[in-house]
């Protein structure tokens, strides 16, 4: 018998793609089930085009609030609500407006009198919540293995590219994942070493921190600055793209889930939670000594762990010293030696 699934997701760009890959999972193990999938707006444009997800998008809490009003006024329920990600007041809010016979949640904290809750192991992938919400219900469901928008990925292979354009993403949200201005030098010169005749393009949020203060950086030639503000824009400047390089930021993700070969570089982050195990077309760098921690410096603004890692990937020195990190950097516990070992993941 088919069944009737709201899947919803209220988080940021990465989560929600990470977190598709899990809505993906259960679609393609279960066809004949009506899935609708409820999500902000930007993201929901990127996921219109998979036709066997209706998507619902909304701008702000009170439209999210209408869209469910709708749902529960026009609709007949559904036998499954599967929060896959989001936190706060707002996954009340959507438990109680939505009439369904299962409400479960990847974290039941945030309204317990009405989610049930999947199970989380203690150290986990960023797609175990969303997964552990669709196996509660469909216990049989593969797990998510790599993250694609179908629709967009089609669009990406189909796309003219009459000039090989390599795309770097040099900024996150926080500033001990940004690259600084070195760093993306010595980026870009070993990126010409390896594609002489390709457009380096740097694409850059300038309402990022620490963006606006990157981009006063000269560039070298046959490189150039594109800076986005909406994601739309972003998209349609990824589809001219050959190749993805640049930090852990959501627009890795974007860029895999529609079909690129990226290059990904990690400082305080880790790979194993960030990059899906079958991901095709990944390379990862990360120093070796850090293994597979966390770092939890939240203040740091020169992460030396990052800018060596790409100097390491690319044999210069690196550009930030240690002692530019902060007291507690667990860098500062280890030799300077230890600074040259990378850890370097290519696709099999």
Same mark, same amino acid.
């Given at each position: 018998?088919?069944?009737?699934?709201?899947?919803?997701?209220?988080?940021?760009?990465?989560?929600?793609?990470?977190?598709?890959?899990?809505?993906?999972?259960?679609?393609?193990?279960?066809?004949?089930?009506?899935?609708?999938?409820?999500?902000?707006?930007?993201?929901?444009?990127?996921?219109?085009?998979?036709?066997?997800?209706?998507?619902?998008?909304?701008?702000?809490?009170?439209?999210?609030?209408?869209?469910?009003?709708?749902?529960?006024?026009?609709?007949?329920?559904?036998?499954?609500?599967?929060?896959?990600?989001?936190?706060?007041?707002?996954?009340?809010?959507?438990?109680?407006?939505?009439?369904?016979?299962?409400?479960?949640?990847?974290?039941?904290?945030?309204?317990?009198?009405?989610?049930?809750?999947?199970?989380?192991?203690?150290?986990?992938?960023? /797609? %175990?919540?969303? @997964?552990?919400?669709?196996?509660? *219900?469909? #216990?049989?469901? &593969?797990?998510? $293995?790599?993250?694609?928008?179908?629709?967009?990925?089609?669009?990406?292979?189909?796309?003219?590219?009459?000039?090989?354009?390599?795309?770097?993403?040099?900024?996150?949200?926080?500033?001990?994942?940004?690259?600084?201005?070195?760093?993306?030098?010595?980026?870009?010169?070993?990126?010409?070493?390896?594609?002489?005749?390709?457009?380096?393009?740097?694409?850059?949020?300038?309402?990022?921190?620490?963006?606006?203060?990157?981009?006063?950086?000269?560039?070298?030639?046959?490189?150039?600055?594109?800076?986005?503000?909406?994601?739309?824009?972003?998209?349609?400047?990824?589809?001219?793209?050959?190749?993805?390089?640049?930090?852990?930021?959501?627009?890795?993700?974007?860029? /895999? %889930?529609?079909? @690129?070969?990226?290059?990904?570089? *990690?400082? #305080?982050?880790? &790979?194993?939670? $960030?990059?899906?195990?079958?991901?095709?077309?990944?390379?990862?760098?990360?120093?070796?000594?850090?293994?597979?921690?966390?770092?939890?410096?939240?203040?740091?603004?020169?992460?030396?762990?990052?800018?060596?890692?790409?100097?390491?990937?690319?044999?210069?020195?690196?550009?930030?010293?240690?002692?530019?990190?902060?007291?507690?950097?667990?860098?500062?516990?280890?030799?300077?030696?230890?600074?040259?070992?990378?850890?370097?993941?290519?696709?099999?």
């Amino acid at each position: 018998m088919s069944r009737r699934i709201l899947f919803a997701i209220r988080s940021k760009l990465g989560d929600t793609l990470v977190s598709y890959a899990a809505v993906r999972a259960y679609v393609d193990a279960h066809p004949g089930d009506a899935v609708t999938l409820l999500t902000r707006a930007d993201y929901a444009r990127l996921f219109e085009g998979d036709r066997d997800v209706r998507v619902i998008g909304f701008d702000s809490r009170v439209e999210m609030f209408f869209r469910l009003l709708w749902l529960r006024l026009r609709e007949p329920g559904f036998d499954v609500l599967g929060v896959l990600w989001g936190s706060g007041r707002p996954i009340a809010t959507i438990g109680r407006q939505v009439r369904a016979a299962r409400k479960i949640a990847w974290n039941r904290k945030f309204a317990p009198d009405i989610f049930e809750q999947g199970e989380l192991p203690r150290e986990y992938p960023q /797609v %175990a919540p969303a @997964m552990s919400v669709v196996r509660a *219900f469909a #216990p049989e469901t &593969p797990q998510a $293995v790599r993250t694609l928008i179908p629709s967009l990925a089609a669009r990406h292979a189909a796309a003219s590219r009459p000039q090989e354009v390599i795309g770097i993403a040099p900024t996150a949200d926080e500033l001990r994942r940004n690259f600084d201005a070195p760093t993306l030098l010595i980026l870009l010169a070993e990126l010409r070493r390896r594609h002489p005749q390709a457009l380096l393009r740097i694409h850059v949020n300038p309402g990022i921190e620490g963006a606006p203060a990157l981009m006063q950086t000269p560039l070298p030639p046959g490189c150039e600055w594109r800076g986005f503000r909406d994601l739309r824009d972003l998209v349609e400047q990824y589809m001219g793209l050959a190749a993805w390089v640049g930090t852990d930021t959501g627009l890795y993700h974007l860029a /895999v %889930a529609m079909g @690129m070969p990226a290059t990904l570089f *990690f400082g #305080p982050s880790q &790979p194993h939670k $960030v990059v899906m195990p079958a991901q095709p077309g990944v390379t990862w760098a990360r120093l070796a000594v850090l293994g597979e921690t966390h770092c939890e410096q939240k203040d740091c603004v020169r992460p030396c762990c990052l800018h060596q890692a790409v100097a390491d990937y690319c044999h210069v020195p690196g550009p930030t010293s240690i002692d530019e990190t902060p007291a507690a950097c667990p860098l500062r516990a280890h030799p300077a030696s230890a600074l040259q070992e990378l850890r370097l993941h290519e696709p099999a």
